[in-house]
């Protein structure tokens, strides 16, 4: 029998009794995910000043949101996502399917050619409730943010990218040995622990 995931009521019953919920909305994030990256980059060093970046499934926006502070006005936040994100301050917003042509010209054009020193990507697939059908799903999310990393970074650069443990994992982790000098897994402890969501942050890119 496939694994099924809560129930709707179950899940939102969860979400909003959560606590890095409740302290994202009285801090005034925009998502609990923010959480995630703040941990990731306390630990890592991850964004600094003047960083140009791309934040792929950045809706509602609360890594966006983030990473601007974090930049400053010498720095460039380009955030895309299917879903509308309600403008945020030193961000460009940007609306599509990442996994469309397109949407490569949108990103690359708002980045006026330059090459970009960081890609975020915790695109998540809408769930289905079956676990194997999410998990293909996030994986073809993570190749789709690889291949634009690939294309769009600059040597020494980094990637964070979301990935659901499970079949393609592995491979997943060996082609990015590939491509760069380090690569870890981080599992944020805003990252609720039955989730199979695990983060790869890669770093040091080389050509
Ligand atoms: C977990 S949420 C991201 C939360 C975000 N990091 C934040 O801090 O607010 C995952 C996002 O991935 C987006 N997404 C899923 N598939 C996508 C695709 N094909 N192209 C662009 N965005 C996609 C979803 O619309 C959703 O907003």
Request: proline content about 6%; overall charge positive.
């Amino acid at each position: 029998m496939p694994k099924r995931r809560k129930s709707s009521a179950a899940w939102l019953r969860e979400h909003f009794s959560d606590p890095y919920v409740q302290r994202a909305k009285a801090e005034g994030w925009r998502s609990r995910a923010v959480y995630k990256l703040e941990e990731i980059d306390e630990r890592d060093r991850l964004l600094r000043p003047g960083l140009h970046l791309v934040d792929l499934g950045a809706a509602p926006g609360g890594w966006s949101q983030y990473a601007a502070r974090k930049v400053g006005p010498e720095g460039r936040v380009v955030a895309f996502d299917l879903l509308p994100i309600t403008p945020l301050p030193g961000v460009v917003c940007l609306q599509g399917d990442f996994r469309e042509r397109e949407a490569l010209d949108a990103v690359t054009d708002a980045l006026d050619g330059r090459a970009v020193d960081l890609v975020l990507s915790d695109m998540a697939p809408n769930t289905s409730g079956v676990e194997a059908v999410d998990q293909i799903r996030s994986l073809a999310l993570a190749e789709a943010a690889e291949a634009f990393a690939i294309h769009a970074l600059r040597p020494g650069g980094d990637f964070l990218v979301k990935l659901f443990q499970g079949p393609g994992f592995d491979d997943f982790v060996r082609r990015m040995r590939g491509h760069f000098g380090k690569v870890v897994v981080r599992k944020p402890k805003a990252s609720r622990e039955r989730s199979p969501e695990v983060y790869l942050l890669a770093r040091n890119y080389a050509l």
